[in-house]
C-alpha cells in the first residue's frame, strides 16, 4: 500500500477574480482553466438548519463558493482533516474525488457548487468505514 | 431575410429541482441535461447598485439562477421584449446567444450565472446598433 495523497493535494482553496465598479461586484470561476473540468451540474445549500455532507465521491470533482453568509466545510482525506472557513466570496474551495466533507451553513448562507458530473448515487460513499476501505484501496 | 426566432424559443424559464429536509434546503440545476451545455464558467453579481448588462453574446449560452434577493432581466430579441423578474431560487432563467439583456439586482441580490465558455471579448456584442445588424444578418 502507498501512501495516501497529502490532503493538501486533494484539496485547494483557489483565489476567485473579482471585478467591482459602480454597478456591483462581479465575482468569477473560470471552472475549467482553474480545475480542469465543466460543470454539467450546478447545485447550492441554503436555509441551513443542520449539518449537510456526511460523505465522499468516488469520482466527482467539485467547486465550492460561499454565495452569502459563512459555510464552514470539514475535509478528511482518510489520514488528515482540515476546516475551511469561506465567508468570502473572493475564494472558491477544490474537493477532488475520495474526500470526506461535513458542511456546516450559517442561517444566511448559500453555498454554490459545480460539480463535474450529473447526479449518480452509486458514486456516492455514505459510510466512513467504507470510505477508509476505499481510501485503502487506492492507495 | 427569414424570421427573427420568436424570443421564447431563445430564453426559456425552467423549473430546478428543490430538495428540502431537517438539515436546509438544496437548489439543483442539471445543467447539461436541462440546457444541453456545460458550464466552463461560472461568475456571480452582487452588490447591486446599478443596471448590467447592456449587451448581448455571439456565442455564449447562459444559465441565470437568483441565489437570493430580487433579479429584474429584461431581454430583447431585436423584435420582441421581455421582462423576467427572478425572485425565487426555484428557477432558472436560460439565455441562447444574439439576445441583448439589461439586469437589475436588488442591493441583497446575488445572480449566479453558469456559462458556456469561457471569457472572451470578442464575443460580447456590447453596441445596439450593431447588435440590431448582427440580429439581421442571422435571420
Given amino acids: 500500500m502507498s501512501e495516501i495523497p497529502p490532503l493538501d493535494s486533494l484539496v485547494r482553496l483557489l483565489p476567485l477574480t ?13 471552472v ?3 480545475c480542469g ?6 447545485y447550492f445549500l441554503y436555509g441551513g438548519l443542520g ?3 456526511g460523505h465522499a465521491h468516488r469520482r466527482l470533482r467539485q467547486l465550492m463558493i460561499s454565495l452569502a453568509g459563512q459555510v464552514e466545510i470539514t ?3 482518510g489520514r488528515e ?12 474551495l477544490e474537493i477532488n474525488p475520495v474526500v470526506w466533507r461535513d458542511i456546516v451553513l450559517s442561517p444566511d448562507a448559500v453555498l454554490g457548487v459545480l460539480a463535474s458530473e450529473p447526479y449518480d ?17 487506492h492507495n
Fill in 18 to 30: 473579482t471585478i467591482s465598479d459602480a454597478r456591483g461586484d462581479l465575482g468569477v470561476a473560470e
Fill in 32 to 34: 475549467k482553466q482553474l
Fill in 37 to 42: 473540468f465543466s460543470a454539467e451540474r450546478f
Fill in 51 to 53: 449539518a449537510r455532507g
Fill in 75 to 77: 475535509v478528511d482525506s
Fill in 81 to 92: 482533516k482540515k476546516t475551511y472557513i469561506l465567508d468570502s466570496r473572493k475564494n472558491g
Fill in 121 to 137: 448515487e452509486s458514486e456516492y460513499i455514505r459510510d466512513y468505514e467504507t470510505f477508509r476501505d476505499v481510501v485503502s484501496l
